[in-house]
């Protein structure tokens, strides 16, 4: 693995240590509830327009975010993952590298969910890109901290168990509500929730199901705040003992009734019989 580290260190166009920490001209979130409730409708639509996420979590923002950026950056791990870990999409995306790592590990589990789903790293680096282009861009070291909240969703996914099917999404919001407290992932989490119990009449436990999530996300390490290099070539199984995730039960039970219904837990709205 220190080959692999080595190489991405030398992958980093310029010395993060030489930024301001903060840039004081970042604009401090306002709570907008409504602004964020028309986005949630829009993202109803179509579960793929990220760019509707993007402007909830504008509008339930994570009002301790700085403070507990800071508190990082400044940390021994901070600066040590900021030199060892620059640009997490260029490691998660190089998967000719993952995969020479061990049968069963988290790089093996990661590519694998990353390939079946047709995902890369990147491509969510670059549709918030798009989301941002008319926004203020601001170079300081708070920029690493922020992208890497972002970049490690796929990787939550893979950790815990939760798929891309509308309750799986909800899961892995409530769970990430526990690491980054941003009012969005709650809300967006429960609300989709009470859609899936809208639109599919069933005893499945789905607002349980968040709730387990939640809990998950609470016992767990604060994951963007880990050395992905460092798990990625442990066991799968190791990597989440060592996390304190445990099985997502009621996710699985909800998956179960779903089932026993002939209903498609990823095609809940019976889009692709349509």
């Known amino acids: ?26 604009p401090q979130l306002k709570l907008r509830p409504a602004k964020a409730l028309h986005h949630f409708r829009e993202l109803l639509k179509d579960k793929e327009r990220t760019e509707e996420v ?14 507990s ?15 060892r870990e620059p640009n997490l999409p260029t490691i ?11 049968e069963g590990s988290l790089a093996h589990a990661y590519c694998d969910f990353m390939e079946r789903e047709g995902l890369t790293a990147q491509g969510l680096v670059e549709e918030f890109e798009r989301f941002a282009k008319d926004k203020p ?3 300081d070291q708070f920029q690493w901290y922020m992208n890497r909240m972002r970049d490690v969703h796929d990787m939550l996914h893979v950790l815990t168990g939760y798929g891309r099917d509308a309750l799986g999404e909800a899961c892995v919001l409530a769970f990430t509500y526990s690491q ?10 429960y609300m989709a929730g009470l859609n899936i119990g809208k ?15 939640q809990g998950l996300g609470k016992a767990c390490p604060r994951v963007a ?20 995730i445990t099985p997502a039960m009621h996710y699985r039970a909800a998956h179960a009734v779903w089932g026993s219904m002939g209903v498609d837990p990823y095609d809940l709205l019976g889009k692709k019989a349509a």
């Not at 220190?2 to 240590?17: G, K, M, V």
């Not at 993007?54 to 403070?67: T, V």
């Not at 950026?69 to 030199?83: A, K, Q």
């Not at 980054?180 to 989490?189: D, E, K």
């Open 92 to 102: 998660l995306d190089d998967h000719e590298a993952l995969r020479r790592m061990p």
């Open 1 to 26: 693995m220190n080959a692999l580290t080595a190489r991405f260190e030398a992958d980093s166009s310029h010395d993060f240590l030489q930024l301001p920490l903060f840039d004081e001209r970042r």
């Open 180 to 189: 980054q407290p941003a009012l969005a992932h709650l809300f967006i989490g």
């Open 54 to 67: 993007f402007c909830i979590f504008e509008a339930l923002p994570w009002r301790d975010l700085r403070k």
């Open 225 to 244: 705040e880990l050395s992905i290099t460092e798990l990625l070539p442990m066991q799968l199984d190791e990597v989440r003992a060592k996390l304190n």
């Open 69 to 83: 950026g800071e508190r990082f950056l400044t940390s021994e791990r901070g600066l040590d993952l900021r030199v």
């Open 137 to 139: 861009k601001y170079n």
């Open 199 to 213: 639109q599919v009449k069933s005893s499945a436990p789905v607002l349980r199901a968040i709730r387990e999530a």
